[in-house]
């Protein structure tokens, strides 16, 4: 069966004015969020968990993928995304690890915004009203760290015990004024190659 959906909600923050100082390319971070029943709760501990991923995953990909975009304007505007998932009390960590870590959620949201990156992602267990966490990476340059931001929003009444939240995010733009520079003139400066930052 397809996820059962008790609610979505659409997340848009837009910062204007960062350390006292108007930003001349506003921030905004979008997140989409669905709010499920778990649809491994009351089974006990389940091994095989693909017949759920598979029933469940796509779907959720799919519409978290249309409202990031509707949001956006186009998936040429997102420039940072990633992805979260939290866990009712009476769920697993898997669980939540399972319906956001396979490519049959994960890449309707990769192909949507011209991806190359990985999704950053956050996958915890928590009550209702406990604190998402969606960081957020350049969907085609890890190194690019203007664009290392984080979405955080609460659902007062998710998830409940035998729920899971699920979300993906954007940014259009990176942080206001970014000053610290990328990780590739760091690398320059220390004579390590990119293939091998910590030079081991």
């Keep these: 069966m397809p996820a059962e959906i008790r609610k979505t909600l659409l997340h848009v923050e837009n910062t204007l004015i960062e350390g ?14 669905a709010v499920i029943t ?15 991923i598979h029933d469940c995953a796509p779907g959720l990909g799919k519409m978290l993928t249309d409202m990031v975009l509707d949001a956006a304007g186009g998936g040429d505007k997102v420039e940072g995304y990633g992805k979260a998932a939290i866990v009712g009390v009476n769920g697993e960590v898997e669980h939540g690890s399972a319906l956001i870590h396979t490519l ?9 915004v011209g991806a190359k990156s990985y999704l950053a992602f956050t996958n915890t267990r928590g009550p209702a009203n406990a604190p998402m966490q969606i960081p957020l990476m350049d969907k085609n340059d890890g190194g690019r760290r203007s664009h290392y931001l984080t979405i ?8 409940a015990p035998d729920e899971i939240m699920i979300a993906l ?14 990780r590739y003139q760091d690398l320059k ?5 990119v293939e091998n930052p910590a030079a081991v």
């Design 189 to 193: 400066e220390l004579g390590h190659d």
């Design 169 to 182: 995010g954007a940014s259009i733009g990176g942080r206001p004024h970014h000053r610290i520079g990328d």
């Design 20 to 33: 006292g100082k108007v930003a001349e390319h506003p921030l905004k971070m979008i997140a989409a969020i």
């Design 152 to 159: 955080q929003l609460q659902i007062a009444d998710a998830p």
């Design 38 to 52: 778990n649809p491994w709760a009351g089974c006990g501990f389940v091994e095989n968990l693909k017949p759920e």
């Design 104 to 112: 049959r959620f994960g890449n309707f949201y990769r192909e949507a």
